[in-house]
């Protein structure tokens, strides 16, 4: 194995300017002595500068990774609390104020919809519609089957059978 003395000596002697390389990418060719050699942790000014700017991007993405790291047990910890929420207020929803519908009317499903409405059932003894109702709480939005049960209302694609 060389010495460190005989590497300097061999990049020195690289570093003539008689030397000259090409790059594999774009097969230009280069003086060796633009190219700034070292070796092992023996850097050029320029060498040295660049290692100390790509150690500083890698310390600062370490302690960007470490927060979200940080972070993402309280996002599901928040989610999670959330959705647990949501599955209360979904099922006590007819009792509170703001709800517009009879509660008597109110059959539940709560999967994939939240509740089925027999409007009219209790006050007049008759139904005059049926509504599909699905209780959402904050942002929440349909799922992808609750948007096909909706899109199949609209399209009148529902039908009723006695077995």
């Given at each position: 194995?060389?010495?460190?003395?005989?590497?300097?000596?061999?990049?020195?002697?690289?570093?003539?300017?008689?030397?000259?390389?090409?790059?594999?990418?774009?097969?230009?060719?280069?003086?060796?002595?633009?190219?700034?050699?070292?070796?092992?942790?023996?850097?050029?000014?320029?060498?040295?500068?660049?290692?100390?700017?790509?150690?500083?991007a890698l310390k600062e993405r370490r302690a960007d990774l470490k927060d979200r790291k940080e972070k993402i047990p309280k996002k599901s910890e928040v989610g999670a609390k959330a959705v647990n929420l949501g599955f209360v207020l979904?099922?006590?929803?007819?009792?509170?104020?703001?709800?517009?519908?009879?509660?008597?009317?109110?059959?539940?499903?709560?999967?994939?919809?939240?509740?089925?409405?027999?409007?009219?059932?209790?006050?007049?003894?008759?139904?005059?519609?049926?509504?599909?109702?699905?209780?959402?709480?904050?942002?929440?939005?349909?799922?992808?089957?609750?948007?096909?049960?909706?899109?199949?209302?609209?399209?009148?694609?529902?039908?009723?059978?006695?077995?």
């Amino acid at each position: 194995m060389a010495t460190k003395k005989e590497i300097q000596a061999i990049i020195s002697s690289l570093n003539n300017k008689k030397f000259h390389a090409s790059c594999p990418e774009c097969y230009g060719e280069f003086k060796l002595q633009d190219a700034g050699l070292f070796h092992l942790d023996d850097f050029t000014p320029e060498a040295e500068a660049v290692y100390k700017d790509m150690q500083e991007a890698l310390k600062e993405r370490r302690a960007d990774l470490k927060d979200r790291k940080e972070k993402i047990p309280k996002k599901s910890e928040v989610g999670a609390k959330a959705v647990n929420l949501g599955f209360v207020l979904e099922r006590i929803a007819p009792t509170l104020d703001g709800f517009t519908f009879d509660r008597n009317d109110c059959r539940s499903m709560f999967d994939p919809i939240d509740y089925v409405i027999f409007e009219g059932l209790n006050a007049k003894g008759k139904v005059g519609k049926i509504i599909l109702v699905d209780i959402k709480t904050g942002g929440a939005r349909l799922s992808s089957k609750q948007k096909k049960i909706r899109a199949l209302v609209e399209d009148k694609k529902v039908e009723f059978k006695v077995y």
